[in-house]
């Protein structure tokens, strides 16, 4: 037997290797946020539990549960991966998703908040509230059976949600023999569906996410026709929405007082950067004022961006309260009495037309009344009119009408101040939430919603208009909106 070399053998210049550290990949600090959905069946929880299982993301423990509960799940010995995901009893008990389930993994490059959404039409309400924060949807397709409508809704649903990045997952490809053709054909359909959205970025990848198939791990043993990337190659690449790029904006949670001395503003920047002497203004208000100091839990800074909680403290003494927003001068948001957005319905009671409910966008809560305009019809994707109640998990367009002003972002602009929950103040139940897309105008008018026309017009008017033959053949074409008789004469005056 040959002795083993001494650990402590001397060194000289002959024998000594230069060390060279191995060059690593540069690591994106910011989490990628993506939702997995689709139809029942198509393999969603089991795609995630594997990206779990091979991203090293699974501990001992939970590795020695899952191999227990798995039993005898498929054919080639391998553990239930839905498992993984599918915690609620029920869950197991039927093999469906039902709540959104929420995971962290990471690679040498990226980390990782994924949701698994649940595919039964039912859960629509659940599946919206997990793409209301993701960057990136990996829409699943079982290859047997192509595109379904529940994967055209997903698909829909997702760009609503302002979801511009795509994974076409075509799963089970092992099961029609790895046919190319099949994957051609499922991925061209998809892609002039998303194309129809205003989705540009889709990255269609044929796997299998039971054996692991082009998820962590390239399948080119079984597929040496595709030489795309793999899944996680994908999401590596994916870019993250930013908010930094935008305006500055503050919405404000508290106003800080702990001596006659100091006067603070504390809230998360939801929005651009700041730094000492920028001007800003205070919405609604609009009063103006500089920035003094930037302060945190621990220091004084010279700037904060998109995702920093801090302290705001101005150089002159203004009006400021919880639920107002402080914003940079040269990029201000919408404000107005009156928005459009898309909503979706929570709760079996839904959304009542010309009901009062409290709106709640960060820290600021109003009265608003809701005006359904149109509901999506989720089998064609198409819009159609709809004035009446919008019932749980319907998506619709309305017409928010505040009391007060409010102000808002776009949501494709801003998720942070485009973004809000409808409160049903008979229960205090979270009853809808939407997205604003756009501003109304607030005093008389014409405004046009698809086909229809919508005239702002005061009460009196209204009435009489309505009860008019030449109204009465235009029905189905335009809508009239009475308006108080305190704003009657700013109408007439607009008018004329």
Request: glycine residues 8%; aromatic residues 6%.
């Amino acid at each position: 037997m040959t002795a083993p070399k001494s650990a402590t053998a001397p060194l000289s210049a002959s024998n000594v290797v230069p060390f060279v550290e191995p060059a690593k990949a540069v690591r994106d600090s910011r989490p990628l946020r993506l939702i997995t959905c689709g139809s029942v069946d198509d393999g969603k929880s089991t795609l995630i539990g594997r990206l779990l299982w091979d991203t090293k993301a699974v501990k001992e423990d939970q590795a020695a549960t899952l191999k227990r509960d798995s039993g005898s799940q498929n054919d080639l010995g391998l553990p239930d991966f839905a498992l993984l995901l599918d915690g609620l009893q029920a869950e197991r008990e039927q093999g469906i998703t039902i709540d959104v389930a929420y995971r962290y993994f990471a690679t040498d490059r990226r980390s990782f908040i994924v949701a698994d959404t649940p595919g039964h039409e039912q859960y629509t309400r659940n599946m919206a509230t997990g793409a209301s924060t993701a960057d990136l949807a990996i829409l699943l397709v079982d290859a047997r059976a192509g595109l379904l409508e529940q994967t055209r809704r997903h698909a829909t649903i997702a760009s609503l949600m302002g979801i511009k990045q795509f994974v076409l997952a075509i799963n089970k490809i092992d099961l029609v023999s790895y046919d190319k053709a099949i994957f051609e054909k499922i991925s061209h359909d998809f892609k002039e569906l998303a194309l129809s959205l205003g989705v540009r970025h889709v990255t269609a990848i044929p796997m299998s996410a039971l054996k692991g198939e082009n998820v962590v791990y390239d399948g080119r043993a079984a597929m040496p026709w595709y030489d795309g990337p793999t899944l996680v190659e994908t999401l590596e690449l994916a870019t993250t929405r930013s908010a930094q790029a935008g305006a500055f904006r503050l919405p404000v949670q508290r106003v800080s007082r702990p001596g006659e001395s100091f006067r603070g503003y504390q809230g998360t920047v939801a929005g651009g950067s700041v730094k000492p002497g920028d001007s800003v203004t205070i919405l609604p208000s609009g009063m103006v004022a500089n920035v003094k100091q930037i302060v945190t839990f621990d220091l004084v800074r010279n700037a904060a961006v998109a995702g920093d909680a801090i302290t705001l403290v101005l150089d002159r003494q203004v009006d400021v309260s919880r639920g107002d927003m402080i914003v940079s001068m040269d990029g201000q948001p919408m404000t107005g009495l009156n928005f459009d957005a898309h909503l979706v319905a929570l709760q079996p009671g839904g959304i009542e037309p010309a009901k009062r409910y409290w709106l709640k966008s960060g820290a600021r809560r109003q009265r608003v009344t809701i005006t359904p305009v149109s509901q999506l019809e989720l089998s064609s994707g198409k819009w159609k009119p709809h004035h009446e109640t919008l019932a749980m998990n319907a998506i619709g367009k309305v017409h928010l009408s505040f009391d007060e002003v409010a102000v808002f972002d776009p949501y494709e602009q801003n998720r942070a101040t485009g973004a809000f929950i409808i409160i049903d103040p008979d229960t205090n139940n979270t009853v809808a939430g939407g997205m604003v897309t756009a501003k109304r105008a607030d005093l008389g008018g014409i405004h046009r919603e698809g086909e229809r026309v919508l005239l702002s017009l005061p009460a009196d008017l209204a009435d009489e208009l309505m009860a008019s033959e030449a109204f009465s053949a235009r029905r189905d074409d335009v809508d009239i909106r009475r308006v108080s008789a305190a704003r009657a004469a700013d109408i007439l005056d607009e008018i004329e």
